[in-house]
């Protein structure tokens, strides 16, 4: 009786602890969302003439971006470039062409890349830019359906060469990360809607 008695705690133990299945969520079910997303560098000015490291940085900058869904593979991707401020009037998209945030959508919504090259300015002129990867999640109600919110976080950040901070002006040496959410698109600001564009259709 008592092995049995045992044995009935084990399966109950496993049955806890197994992991309940969970409704796929639709793959293209963020396509056009707007996040709005901070970033943050901390780090040292490199010296001229590499004579050393300097005073310590950490600029920052607020940009948002718009995912756009893509099909191919097993759930897509979805990838979006960042728009930034260049100075305090004009808000641009950072980056080359193809850079930005570009992820490889799973059947649970959460969204990995991996050594994405983002760029990230400021009014200021700050530049905080390098190779990062991150993680995007998609949250909707139980079926699945119906796309609720979706949070953004870096996962790893290491700045470039090009990464600048302006008022010295000098390079910064160190690192950096970024957070994003979710937000309608009436509260994205018009200059960065005016420079945005158009997102196609989901498919």
């Known amino acids: 009786m008592a ?11 496993l049955a806890a602890s197994a992991p309940r299945a969970q409704a796929q969520v639709q793959d293209n079910i963020a396509q056009c969302v707007w996040l709005k ?26 940009c948002y971006m718009q995912l756009v869904y ?28 193809g850079e930005g945030f570009t992820g490889k959508k ?19 002129g700050d530049s905080i830019e390098g190779f990062s990867s991150a993680r995007l999640v998609i949250s909707t109600d139980k079926t699945g359906t119906v796309f609720k919110k979706a949070a953004l976080t870096s996962t790893s950040g290491e ?23 979710s937000l309608p698109e009436t509260k994205v600001p018009p200059e960065v809607l005016a420079v945005a564009p158009a997102c196609p259709p989901a498919s």
């Open 37 to 62: 997303v901070k970033a943050k560098a901390a780090g040292l000015e490199v010296l001229a003439g590499d004579a050393g490291l300097g005073p310590k940085r950490g600029p920052a900058a607020t």
């Open 70 to 97: 893509s099909g191919g593979g097993t759930h897509g991707s979805y990838s979006a470039p960042f728009i930034c401020q260049s100075d305090f009037e004009t808000w641009e998209t950072t980056g080359m062409l």
């Open 106 to 124: 799973l059947a649970d919504g959460n969204v990995v890349s991996l050594d994405n090259y983002v760029t990230f300015s400021n009014a200021a």
């Open 3 to 13: 092995r049995l008695a045992v044995l009935s705690l084990v399966v109950v133990a």
């Open 159 to 181: 700045l470039s060469e090009s990464a600048l901070f302006n008022d010295t002006p000098a390079p910064i040496w160190g690192s950096f990360s970024f957070k994003g959410s």
